[in-house]
């Protein structure tokens, strides 16, 4: 764990999981790699940057990406998110473009998600480490354990919460949540591979509000 900043609420939580092999392991990788020269994203100052943007007590909604953005700058640690400066990526530009379909409103200048993440949604990526130009590389490094154990936490010990799954890998986390509790909301995923088959359309945005207002909580600026 000494290799990443995490704040408190999440860190003691999430002690035991530092302590387990399949996290030395992967610490363990990281750092052979980047001994080999190799450029692994985001910094290790952002790694957990959607959990230190979102505290555990203040989520209130959870949207699931897979590895972080394998170009050089995009990645900083939440899903979907890219610093202020730099191109919206195609999945981004859809999800703007359901979010303006659905609430009438403006298509954003900047792909800094930060402002929903203080709002306490929590861009959590899968897989929070990729190594630069290679899709994928850190999949099998045991990050997949890490973060389904945030969502069986969030699920287990809070309630009221909505989960936004956007394709069939996020799909598979509903296992999970307990859905007696939160709202879980499916679709396709915002790609433009496959953003027609069932994202457009989907009204998550909206009905996301709609659940935090009839549960007494504020609606998310989006």
Known sequence: MDDFLLEDSWSERLQNEFSKTY??????????????????LPDNNLVFNALNSCFFENVRVIIL??????????AHGLSFSVPDGLAIPPSLRNIFKEIQSDLKSTIPASGNLQYWAEQGVLLLNTILTVSANEPGSHRNYGWANFTDQIIHMLSTERSGLVFLLWGNFAHKKAALIDQGKHLVLKAAHPSPLSAYKGFFGCKHFSKTNAYLSKNGQKAIRW
């Not at 996290?23 to 692994?40: H, T, V």
């Not at 990406?65 to 995009?74: A, C, F, I, K, S």
């Open 23 to 40: 996290f030395k392991n992967l610490q363990l990788k990281l750092r052979q790699e980047k001994a080999s020269g190799a450029s692994i």
């Open 65 to 74: 990406g897979q590895d972080p953005y394998h170009n050089l700058g995009q």
